[in-house]
């Protein structure tokens, strides 16, 4: 497991010729879910208990575990009510609710899952995750404003993460600020030049400003790490069938059609075949 943003970010199409990143949200994998947040929920000290409190402890961390085994198959109900009994053993473990938020962002309950990142972040405002969940839950409400104060929360505290730079840089693109956006995105290739969302998402809005260019080298250098992300094979088609390139168009839509498991994506790029010389 590893620190990531959303797969989600791969979403639907604003237009036939360019394709925007979705909310934060959604139902792939989750927003900087795993191995730091265990790290971090995992190793603080706890002070002296008595042996009755340390079982309930120890019994937490067993449900916890589980829940995470659910979560990373996408059990999102399953997971819940794990960290449910774990929570009524450790009430005051600003972990579990965090890992609860994600579970509820997993089913759609986003104000659910602001009350319990909430939570999370009173009981250890320095922990930057549950700012940054927060902060999805309040875009996928359309709460803009919000999200971006949890997201400048978040990179204050960790201002190296090239995943924070992505999601806000999302959210500024959403906003219609897309200068912002582009420094935003261009810090997350500085910092992580191997990350596919980075350049997906950096290649949207390149297109977006009309730099065709660049957007053909960030959607090919996503390819180049992640040859099975469906998506930028997507984009790059429709930018080389609005340039005139047929071969490279139907290439690319060709090999979309092949990997993608979306079908109304899957429509457009067939549409997208149709309509070349």
Same mark, same amino acid.
């Given at each position: 497991?590893s620190?990531?943003?959303?797969?989600?970010?791969?979403a639907?199409?604003?237009?036939?010729?360019?394709?925007t990143v979705?909310?934060?949200?959604?139902?792939t994998?989750?927003?900087?879910?795993m191995?730091?947040?265990?790290?971090?929920?995992?190793?603080?000290?706890?002070?002296?208990?008595?042996p009755?409190?340390?079982?309930?402890?120890?019994?937490?961390?067993?449900?916890?575990?589980?829940?995470?085994?659910?979560i990373?198959?996408?059990?999102?109900?399953?997971?819940?009510?794990?960290?449910t009994?774990?929570?009524?053993?450790?009430?005051?473990d600003?972990?579990?609710?965090?890992?609860?938020?994600?579970?509820?962002m997993?089913m759609?309950n986003?104000?659910?899952?602001?009350?319990?990142?909430?939570?999370?972040?009173?009981?250890?405002?320095?922990?930057a995750?549950p700012?940054?969940?927060?902060g999805?839950?309040?875009?996928?409400?359309?709460?803009?404003?919000?999200?971006?104060?949890?997201?400048?929360? %978040? #990179?204050? =505290?960790?201002?190296?993460? !090239?995943?924070? $730079?992505? &999601?806000? /840089?999302q959210? @500024?693109q959403?906003? +219609? *600020?897309?200068?912002?956006a582009?420094?935003?995105?261009?810090?997350?290739v500085?910092?992580s030049?191997?990350?596919?969302?980075?350049?997906?998402?950096?290649?949207?809005?390149?297109?977006?400003?009309a730099?065709?260019?660049?957007?053909?080298?960030?959607?090919?250098y %996503? #390819?180049? =790490?992640?040859?099975?992300? !469906?998506p930028? $094979?997507l &984009?790059? /088609?429709?930018? @080389?069938?609005d340039? +005139? *390139?047929?071969?490279?168009?139907?290439?690319?839509?060709?090999?979309?059609?092949?990997?993608?498991?979306?079908?109304?994506?899957v429509?457009?790029?067939?549409?997208?075949?149709a309509?070349?010389?």
């Amino acid at each position: 497991m590893s620190l990531r943003t959303l797969r989600a970010n791969f979403a639907k199409p604003i237009s036939r010729r360019a394709w925007t990143v979705g909310a934060i949200v959604g139902g792939t994998v989750f927003l900087l879910v795993m191995v730091l947040g265990w790290w971090l929920t995992t190793t603080r000290a706890t002070p002296t208990v008595s042996p009755a409190e340390q079982q309930q402890i120890n019994q937490a961390k067993v449900l916890q575990a589980a829940a995470l085994d659910q979560i990373e198959l996408g059990n999102f109900d399953a997971a819940q009510k794990l960290l449910t009994q774990a929570i009524e053993l450790t009430p005051k473990d600003s972990g579990l609710y965090y890992y609860r938020a994600v579970t509820n962002m997993g089913m759609g309950n986003y104000d659910t899952a602001i009350e319990d990142y909430t939570i999370a972040i009173d009981a250890n405002p320095h922990w930057a995750l549950p700012l940054a969940g927060r902060g999805s839950a309040y875009l996928a409400l359309g709460q803009t404003e919000s999200a971006l104060a949890d997201y400048d929360k %978040a #990179i204050y =505290l960790e201002p190296g993460s !090239a995943d924070l $730079y992505t &999601n806000r /840089g999302q959210i @500024y693109q959403q906003r +219609g *600020e897309l200068d912002k956006a582009l420094d935003d995105l261009t810090k997350a290739v500085q910092f992580s030049p191997d990350s596919v969302a980075a350049r997906f998402n950096r290649g949207v809005l390149f297109y977006t400003l009309a730099r065709t260019d660049d957007a053909l080298k960030d959607f090919s250098y %996503a #390819i180049n =790490l992640d040859p099975t992300a !469906a998506p930028s $094979y997507l &984009n790059r /088609g429709l930018i @080389y069938a609005d340039l +005139g *390139e047929t071969d490279l168009a139907k290439a690319d839509l060709q090999k979309f059609i092949s990997i993608s498991d979306n079908p109304q994506w899957v429509e457009i790029a067939q549409k997208a075949l149709a309509d070349l010389p």
